[in-house]
């Protein structure tokens, strides 16, 4: 298969990350109720939220090394099983600790997965289609994050929540599993071009952190994904404080994760109109004002509203910061690039959870909420004093051969 080429690996990739995703949007709710129906405080929801990322926050870059000498697609049933054994391994936990042990290896199995997955889409695809293939990609993690706090939520039983939210944790097991129905074909269909490193030498990690436009693009993905990050696991703790039940909870998780999907169904019209960097920066800093909006004692309509523009923000960061980072890293170290991004994506799952803790222990369960927006309104300012190419009205560029990475930063990447 040729990069740029018949496209039915990639929709079978967005179905297999749709369960994926689907199991841990399922599972970290039902890890947060099962933990405060062990007795978590606060506090303890933000330590078990934060091992989840810790053992990622190791394995990234060795991962993304072998993977730009290697093949990316064993990667992704090795992360299947990973997730689904957290899952139904947390779902019979009896203790906090061993819920933590237990959350950390799903992070784990996330981590194999994307980082094959995300490194599959770069090798195939070309250039000039990698917004729009990133985009569609993370269609099927906001499928997943639509279809899981729902799942979960019609599960949950307030007035039995530690069996309950064991069994939504054993469901979402089982539907991790399912991905394996559809990777056989992705598997199989990896070239044999797109599997090697090629001729280039170990880059780095210094120079690649040092390419214009990754630390920026790594900032801004890291901004994003905690705030999804923290939505997903002190909504609750935000619902329990002003009484909505879990279902409602479910459904207002979904209402963000849907408004993600429609964002990324008509990114490429937006990049068109806007172009990267104003795009980048408008959506973070609206996004940061939503997420600190949350905080407000809004009656529940309300705060389904903020929450479905606030999923409209946030599905704007994490495809275009992937395109940005492998667009603008050296030949032979994409994947390390993608692998780097990710360790600032896990950086940010220990550090967000670990102070969302010590803010809501401190101010209040709405207050983490506040700390992101911060975090998004310094991520739109970054956006904003980055360096841009793309012209308004254009997409993403396409590289000329033999030009590589100051091609694709020159003419497709504002980050």
Known sequence: ??????????????????????????????????????????????????????????????????????????????????????????????????????????????????????????????????????GHFTIGASLGQLVGPVAAG?????????????????????????????????????????SRGGPHGRVPLGRILHTRGVPAGILISLSVLSATDILTAYLPVVGEHRGIAPAVIGVLLSVRAAASIACRLVLTPLLRLLGRTALLCVTCLLAGLLCAGVALPAPVWALGAILAALGFCLGVGQPLSMTTVVQAAPDGARSTALALRLTGNRLGQVAAPAAAGLAAGVAGAAAPFVMLGALLLLSSGVAARSPGGQRRGGGAGVVPPGRGAEAGLRRSSDV
């Open 1 to 134: 298969m040729r990069p740029g080429g018949n496209r039915g690996w990639l929709l079978r990739l967005v179905i297999a990350f749709g369960f994926a995703q689907g199991a841990v949007s399922m599972a970290r709710p039902a890890v947060s109720y099962r933990a405060l129906a062990l007795g978590a405080d606060e506090r303890a929801i933000g330590v078990i939220a934060g091992v989840y990322a810790l053992l990622p926050l190791f394995a990234a870059v060795p991962l993304g090394r072998r993977t730009d000498h290697g093949r990316c697609a064993p990667l992704l049933p090795v992360g299947v099983v990973l997730i689904s054994g957290g899952c139904v391994l947390s779902g019979v936990a009896g203790s906090l600790w061993t819920m933590a042990l237990w959350s950390g290896v799903m992070g784990l199995g996330h981590l194999c997965f994307v980082i094959g997955s995300q490194s599959l889409v770069a090798r195939q695809s070309a250039p000039h289609e990698q917004d729009r293939n990133f």
């Open 154 to 194: 019609a599960l949950i039983d307030g007035a039995d929540m530690t069996r309950s939210s064991g069994l939504a944790l054993l469901v979402a097991g089982t539907g991790c599993a399912m991905a394996l129905t559809t990777l056989w074909g992705v598997e199989h269909r990896e070239t044999a071009a797109g």
